[in-house]
């Protein structure tokens, strides 16, 4: 069976960070994770980051490392760092999802709700329901 790398934090945001800065990192990491085959998403409201990423492992350990260092955000705390044979997000869609709309973070409850029987996304959902609350642009 082939397996997946999986990771999942929620950080604080930094607060210096611009409309603008934000968008470029968007952008960014929207490009680099689908040039990567990095399935999973991003989002960012209420002072903090979401971030799931599943892929190849070696890909993975890498690229957090390199996450954990940027000063953009601090305090990460991880939920899931580990092998699994059933990336969620995979099924979501081929590519990673930047959630910049309520209507995004919508969609992806509705998936979740539909996939209640994936390990991982009770927790997860249970993890946006603060964002769906505030909305994606407080
Ligand atoms: C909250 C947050 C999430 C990020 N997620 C990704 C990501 O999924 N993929 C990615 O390539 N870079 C991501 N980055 C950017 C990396 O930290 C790093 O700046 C980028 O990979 C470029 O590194 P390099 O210039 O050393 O190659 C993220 C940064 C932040 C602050």
């Given at each position: ?39 999973g ?44 044979a ?53």
């Open positions: 069976m082939k397996m997946y790398y999986s990771i999942c934090y929620l950080s604080k945001a930094s607060e210096d960070l611009s409309k603008k800065e934000l968008n470029d990192l968007f952008t960014f990491t929207a490009n680099s994770n689908n040039d990567c085959e990095v399935t998403i991003l989002l960012h409201s209420i002072g903090r980051f979401f971030q799931v990423m599943e892929g190849n492992e070696q890909y993975l350990k890498k690229l957090f490392k390199k996450i954990q260092n940027d000063t953009r955000h601090s305090e990460i705390f991880e939920l899931f760092n580990g092998r699994t059933h990336p969620l997000f995979l099924k979501y869609s081929s590519k990673f999802n930047v959630v910049k709309s309520d209507d995004d973070l919508n969609n992806i409850e509705d998936y979740l709700t539909e996939n209640k029987l994936h390990p991982t996304s009770d927790k997860i959902q249970r993890i946006l329901q603060p964002f769906l609350l505030m909305g994606m642009n407080p």
